[in-house]
Each structure stands twice: as C-alpha cells, then as structure tokens.
C-alpha cells in the first residue's frame, strides 16, 4: 500500500505544478497587453495635450512691391499682425514667401505692449516707401505726432497718422532671432523680402506667405500690392 500511497501523492503534486505553469503564463501575458495599450494611451493624450497648448494667430498679411525700381533692385515689404493664441511660450521662427525663406536680419519687430494695443493691432497696416540704398522702410509719424522710439530703432509708424495723432507710434527694431512670444501676446513685424523673389511685374498677382512657430502654423495666399 505504501508504494500505491507515494505515487498517488507525486502524481497529484505534478499536476498542481502544470496548472500552476499556465496561470503564470497567462497573467503575464494580460499584462504585458494592458501595459502595453496604457502606453500607447498615455503617449497619444501626452501628444495631443501639447498639440493643442499651441497656437499662433496670424492676420492682416500684406505684400508690397516698388513698381518704380528695376528687376535687379526690386524692394519688396511684407507685414503682419501675429499673437500667442496658445497656453504657452512659442517663438515665431519662420516667415517665407513663394518658399524662400526671409533672414532674421530681415524682420523688423515691435511687440511692445505699450505700442501694439488692440486699435494699432486691428489697424490696417501701411506702406510707407523705400528710402536709402538698402530700400529701408521710412518712417511716417503724420502730422501733429512724434516718434518716442529709443535709439536704436531702424523705423517708426503711426498707423493712424492725419486721423489719431494721440495713437502709439509702433517702433520696430532689426530683430535678431526669433519672435518669443507669451500666451496672448502681440506683435507686429515688417519684413523685406529678399531681392529677387519678386519683381515690378508681380504687382497684382497672389504671393504665398507662411508665418511659423515650428510646425505651428500656416501659409496664407495674398495679393501683392504695386506702390511707387
């Protein structure tokens, strides 16, 4: 009897040890597929979460182009209105037009908060002529207004002269790198696009102008205006 007793005995504690093999396999195997899905979910909430804190606002694009200048010494100006419509710091990193890309060297910036208040930001932005060599933009401050622009400022506009002349005059320096910008703020930027993009002929025609803050934004089709 002792014997029969004994192998009853190991063969019962085998078959424990068999079942016991399975379960593991199986519990391990649920969690690798429930670890697995709670990464992925958390990896898309993590991307959409910073996809949406972004946002860059972008109006009143303008393109001027001088119909008085020959092909080889064409200016050509740009300007915009951009704000932080996001919940974080974002830097304005790229302006280009037709695909050519416009050097920083190129943006003349005020974000000022004392200059661009909500009327000089929703005003109609001006084309105020080239002047010198290198086709600066001029400054127009209209009568009865002055200009408070520190040193340093390449130009100055009041863009409410001969209707407003209590109205900030906006002041833009050469920026030097991107345009930072906190949540809600604004800015407004005048650009020279770079010699050869466009020509006296272009006057009329659409220009594509994108306005980036790394991949935030988008390109906006506007006509290019002729001035003298």
Known sequence: MLPILVTDMFLKTKNRKALSAVLTTLIILVASVVLGTGVVLFGTSLFQTNSQSSGLAVQG?????????????????????????????????QISVRGTQVPFANWYVDSSTSDVTPANYQS????????????????????????????????????????NSNAPTLCFAQASGPISLKPGDRAIVYFQVPNGVLSTVDGGSNSNVAIYSGSV????????????
């Not at 109609?124 to 200009?147: D, F, I, V």
């Not at 934004?217 to 003298?228: D, H, K, L, R």
Request: hydrophobic letters at 35%; one cysteine or more; charged letters at 10%.
């Open 61 to 93: 694009v303008h393109v001027w182009v001088n119909a008085t200048k020959g092909i080889t010494t064409t200016y050509a100006w740009g300007a915009a209105e951009i704000r932080n419509s996001g919940d974080k710091i974002l830097s304005v990193d």
């Open 124 to 163: 109609q932005l001006n084309y105020t002529g080239t002047t010198g060599s290198n086709g600066m933009m001029k400054t127009y401050l209209g009568a009865g207004s002055s200009s408070n622009c520190a040193t340093g400022f390449n130009f100055a506009i009041n863009e409410y002269a001969g209707t």
């Open 217 to 228: 934004g988008s390109p906006q089709s506007v006509t290019i205006q002729a001035e003298s």
